[in-house]
């Protein structure tokens, strides 16, 4: 299995014609996770053939506007596309009163429930799992309550050894999902072969972690350690250092220290201030500390094998 990003959003809080506040796909097998909802957000779904059915959990790191703005307009389309699925929404205390206020104002009648999951934890939680997957939170520095979400694949079923297999004539193939499910192999006189003699260990798990918006905080870094993916804002470049830290943001060559401390294998750069024409001063100054480092992009995909 792998997981595979796809950015729908990327620049900060006043959206462009080209460049729209936050939002991101992520991908796990036949399910999408919905990772912050800016302005904008099911527009660009439609734009990059994003499956609107498959969404069923939305991850909001913090309740400024150009990380949720879009998610009523979202439930609203659900509402009109006659949705039935639940919809997991997990994010901040107070987005529940939020969206179920302008869901009772406007008259709204969903056909589906939704599912809130509101976060209050400073800590890191564990906030969803299923058999493929965990996302626990990675508590942020902003000027209101705020999380990351890291993202990581559970193993999978082991790997056959057919070389030790083929050895063993009592052996069928249908005793090798029992194997894979790391079970071991009983012959017909009852003596058993252990499983680790008939399998090799699992594909290598992804992992992806998503920091938007944050100053500058070292602390997340055990949490980060050794991830597939980074995606870190870089708001402003080292030229308005003063402005990042009055604003609690992060300036790119902070996030390449992040990146470079926890030893990640790859960083995107996103959540640029409106102040610049272009980012190549933020990828400059991020790439002297962190070389694999790339910038966020619409329709940028992504993926972590």
């Given at each position: ?41 099911q527009m660009q779904l439609r734009k990059h053939h994003i499956s609107f059915g498959k969404i069923n959990h939305v991850f909001i790191s913090h309740l400024h506007g150009d990380h949720f703005f879009g ?230 995909t992504i993926e972590i094998n």
């Amino acid at each position: 299995m792998s997981l595979k990003l796809t950015i729908l959003g990327f620049h900060s809080a006043t959206p462009r014609l080209n460049a729209l506040p936050t939002s991101q796909v992520l991908e796990v097998k036949n399910q999408l996770f919905l990772i912050d909802c800016g302005e904008g957000t099911q527009m660009q779904l439609r734009k990059h053939h994003i499956s609107f059915g498959k969404i069923n959990h939305v991850f909001i790191s913090h309740l400024h506007g150009d990380h949720f703005f879009g998610l009523i307009g979202l439930i609203s389309s659900f509402g009109l596309l006659s949705r039935t699925k639940s919809l997991h929404i997990h994010g901040p205390k107070g987005i529940k009163e939020v969206i179920e206020l302008q869901i009772r104002i406007s008259q709204s009648h969903l056909s589906f429930p939704l599912i809130f999951n509101e976060l209050e934890n400073t800590e890191s939680e564990l906030i969803w799992e299923d058999k493929d997957i965990e996302v626990r939170t990675i508590p942020l520095n902003h000027r209101i309550y705020t999380n990351g979400f890291l993202f990581i694949e559970k193993p999978g079923l082991l790997n056959l050894d057919m070389e030790s297999i083929l050895k063993e004539p009592e052996m069928e193939r249908c005793d090798y999902y029992n194997l894979k499910k790391g079970k071991n192999f009983i012959k017909k006189d009852k003596s058993e072969i252990p499983n680790h003699q008939l399998t090799l260990p699992p594909k290598k798990t992804a992992r992806y972690a998503f920091c938007s918006d944050t100053s500058y905080y070292p602390q997340i870094i055990p949490l980060l350690k050794d991830v597939d993916l980074l995606y870190h804002e870089a708001t402003f470049t080292k030229e308005h250092e003063a402005l990042a830290y009055l604003t609690k943001h992060t300036f790119a060559e902070q996030a390449g220290k992040i990146a470079k401390k926890a030893k990640v294998k790859q960083l995107i750069l996103g959540h640029f201030s409106s102040r610049y024409a272009n980012y190549y001063e933020h990828l400059k100054e991020a790439k002297q500390v962190f070389e694999n480092t790339i910038l966020a992009e619409e329709g940028l995909t992504i993926e972590i094998n």
